[in-house]
Antibody, heavy 119, light 107 residues
């Protein structure tokens, strides 16, 4: 059974750094893309970017370029989303999702990680 | 970036009735259109892809249609578990973009 299990909720102060994770199981992690999607409270879904763990090919949506860093460690079947300096506007639920291509629909989703950045 | 517009924002329907949700793209996305269902406190779930192909586990009462810029998700006879928010997504061009969602509520 394909599963994506995300790390737990985080509460941070603006300006702090953060790295959240998404661990895949039940399939060959290196051969599927992992996307990160943001959902602010009461708002729609936004694609942040996507990574192919097999060769670390990474692409960012223009709105998020330079704002976050996506990475993956295929040896532990885990993808990461990180911020060097959080802003209050980064407060949101973050989902990872598996996809077969860089421009494709998202077949399986993680349970989400709630990030709260507040002083 | 392709803008996806869903209508209506909220749809109130009686259980057992038919629901029709619309999604329009700002430019043609061919048939590269997916629908997702999201219930409160849960992650989105893929329902339909390729504009009309049901994902594994999607009941037959869900059907998708359309092409180009205009798409429709139809739920033929609403069950209690179908009341949720529905999002369309285009995956024809990078970056993939989502509509604002239609909230389907019990009348």
């Amino acid at each position: 059974e394909v599963q994506l299990v995300q790390s737990g909720a985080e509460v941070k102060k603006p300006g702090e750094s953060l790295k959240i994770s998404c661990k895949g199981s039940g399939y060959t992690f290196a051969t599927y893309w992992i996307a990160w999607v943001r959902q602010k409270p009461g708002e729609a879904l936004e694609l942040i970017g996507i990574i192919y763990p097999g060769d670390a090919d990474t692409r960012y949506s223009p709105s998020f370029q330079g704002q976050v860093t996506i990475s993956a460690d295929k040896s532990i079947s885990t993808a990461f989303l990180q911020w060097s300096s959080l802003k209050g506007s980064d407060t949101a639920m973050y989902y990872c999702a598996r996809t077969v291509g860089p421009i494709y629909h998202f077949e399986f989703w993680g349970q989400g990680t709630l990030v709260t950045a507040s002083s | 970036e392709i803008v996806m517009t869903q209508s209506p924002a909220t749809l109130s329907v009686f259980p057992g009735e038919r629901a029709t949700l619309s999604c329009r793209a700002s430019q043609s996305v061919s048939g590269d259109l997916a629908w997702y269902q999201q219930k409160p406190g849960q992650a989105p779930r893929l329902l339909i892809y390729g504009e009309s192909t049901r994902a594994t586990g999607t009941p037959a009462r869900f059907s998708g249609s359309g092409s180009g810029t205009q798409f429709t998700l139809t739920i033929s006879s609403l069950q209690s578990e179908d009341f949720a928010v529905y999002y369309c997504q285009q995956y024809n061009k990078w970056p993939q973009t989502f509509g604002q969602g239609t909230k389907l509520e019990i009348k």
